[in-house]
């Protein structure tokens, strides 16, 4: 994608006030000195639209060597032609000189627009009004002076208000997404930050559809972020409309905060992480209205889907995520990491005929740490459900054990659990089965519950229950004595220890 540069003015233009400090033709009209004429628009539309920064009044035919852009021409037109062919290369050269409009005052001289005036602004799109009633000129005047000098002002207050917002910012050492967000209110359109690979960091859409969002980048405004001959990467916002400070402003005071931010913490080492961790939030929030978004936020971080052989991981204990992306990317993957509570997450892509073995797993999760992971997904929520069963798989299993690899289509009612996290049906049973051990421990204080985990954790092996539950055996046979009394079951059915592991497993993901 091309991105433009800043340009700074040559000396010979002068500098100009942003397009949304002027008013327009439209503006004009509505004002009380033009209405007192009974104004008629001849040619409109987009025409009234452009942008008014200064009243010019003059009947010479001369004029447009006077112009330099963005006036309106008042006229009664009494010293121009009547030959046709002038008039039209007299509106023609008043059209390159970029006039905003021509607002012409009817009379006896013309007590019509002549028609090649009105073919050349109709062909060109230059606003055309009339005049049905003699009015004051210096009152319109007057009043389109008063109007820019208003619009200058508010644009000046806004930038003043801008300038101390990104200086503070700055000074706060904000991070890249609360001043790209900040930026996008500011302008009023979608912004987005790219580091110089062009892979998306971070972007504020204001309710918009992403996906439509990155595909629009081609048409965005762009400044770089850059300070002292190093650049970083660069901040674009769509088409909308032009705030009071203008557009380019904004966004170079959004860029400028985000530069100082990367000289103040060395580099921009923190955007990858940044755009990494963003992605995995929303993804495990849920917050996304559409899976296209998610799809496209991780397209354009590098991350494909389509084609590929995905597992959201966990990997236990607490680690460089820098390192554990790092590792990831030298065993062949692509991938995005971040710290999500206690443990490190993950999102691996390989190809689809890749198997990921043991080995390579562990070597990603580094030294001494042991790693869960979820089933192989193609599409952003299969990677959802894999990401949330490898997580629940880690808060059941926690990191006792020493290093291993556990893998949830391993452990089948882990991944039952997983596919059904959201049946209303599946809670509905685990409450219906635990309701009498739920509350003696809400009114007792009690442990039936974790009593329970233990023996379906090692339905086998009652000493390594006891032993897990911290209880004497003895202690130990008294609880499940009661556990069996208040749930009127068989602990030694096979069926019933089934279906009380998978109530157990329900009630933990649901308070996860």
């Not at 028609?115 to 009339?130: F, I, S």
């Not at 500011?186 to 204001?206: D, F």
């Not at 959802?384 to 556990?406: C, F, I, K, Q, Y």
Request: glycine share 10%; proline share 3%.
């Amino acid at each position: 994608m091309q991105t433009s540069e800043r340009h700074d003015f040559s000396a010979d233009h002068t500098h100009r006030p942003a397009p949304a400090a002027f008013v327009t033709v439209a503006d004009v009209l509505r004002s009380a000195a033009v209405q007192r004429g009974a104004p008629e628009v001849v040619v409109g539309g987009a025409a009234l639209d452009a942008a008014v920064r200064w009243v010019h009044v003059s009947d010479s035919t001369a004029v447009a060597r006077l112009l330099d852009g963005g006036e309106l021409l008042l006229t009664t037109g009494a010293s121009w032609p009547d030959d046709g062919r002038m008039l039209r290369e007299f509106a023609v050269r008043l059209r390159e000189v970029g006039l905003a409009g021509i607002v012409l005052e009817l009379s006896d001289r013309h007590p019509t627009v002549p028609a090649a005036v009105a073919e050349v602004c109709a062909r060109e799109g230059l606003a055309l009004v009339v005049l049905t009633r003699e009015v004051k000129f210096v009152s319109v005047t007057e009043a389109v002076h008063h109007a820019l000098i208003a619009a200058q002002t508010a644009a000046l207050e806004e930038r003043r208000h801008l300038h101390d917002l990104f200086t503070a910012l700055s000074l706060q050492g904000a991070p890249a997404d609360v001043v790209v967000a900040e930026t996008a209110r500011a302008i009023g359109a979608p912004v987005m930050l790219e580091n110089l690979a062009g892979e998306l960091i971070t972007g504020e859409y204001l309710g918009r559809g992403v996906a439509a969002a990155l595909e629009g980048r081609a048409r965005a405004d762009s400044v770089p972020v850059q300070a002292r001959g190093t650049r970083w990467g660069t901040l674009l916002a769509l088409p909308g409309a032009e705030p009071a400070a203008g557009r380019h402003i904004v966004l170079e005071q959004g860029a400028t905060a985000l530069a100082f931010g990367c000289l103040a913490d060395g580099g921009d080492a923190e955007w990858s992480l940044l755009a990494q961790r963003s992605v995995i939030d929303d993804l495990l929030g849920a917050r996304f209205a559409d899976a296209g978004d998610i799809a496209a936020r991780l397209a354009a971080g590098g991350f494909e889907l389509t084609g590929r052989r995905c597992h959201g991981v966990v990997v236990g204990g607490s680690d460089s995520i820098a390192g554990l992306a790092y590792r990831a990317r030298q065993a062949g993957f692509a991938v995005l990491a971040a710290r999500a509570g206690d443990h490190d997450v993950a999102l691996l892509s390989a190809p689809a005929s890749a198997e990921i073995d043991d080995r390579t797993l562990l070597r990603i999760a580094g030294a001494g740490r042991p790693i869960f992971v979820g089933p192989a997904a193609d599409d952003v929520h299969g990677l959802l459900s894999s990401l949330r069963a490898a997580r629940d798989l880690a808060d059941s299993e926690g990191e006792g054990g020493g290093v291993r690899v556990r893998r949830v289509g391993d452990r089948p009612l882990e991944r039952l659990i997983a596919t059904l996290r959201d049946d209303r049906r599946l809670h509905e049973h685990s409450e219906r089965m635990l309701a009498s051990l739920i509350r003696y421990d809400e009114e007792r204080r009690g442990d039936l519950l974790a009593v329970l985990a233990a023996l379906v954790a090692h339905p086998g092996n009652r000493s390594a229950a006891a032993a897990a539950s911290h209880l004497s055996r003895s202690v130990f046979y008294q609880r499940l004595t009661l556990i069996g009394d208040l749930l009127d079951a068989d602990l030694d059915d096979g069926e019933t220890l089934a279906a009380l592991h998978l109530a157990l497993l329900a009630r933990r993901r649901r308070s996860l």
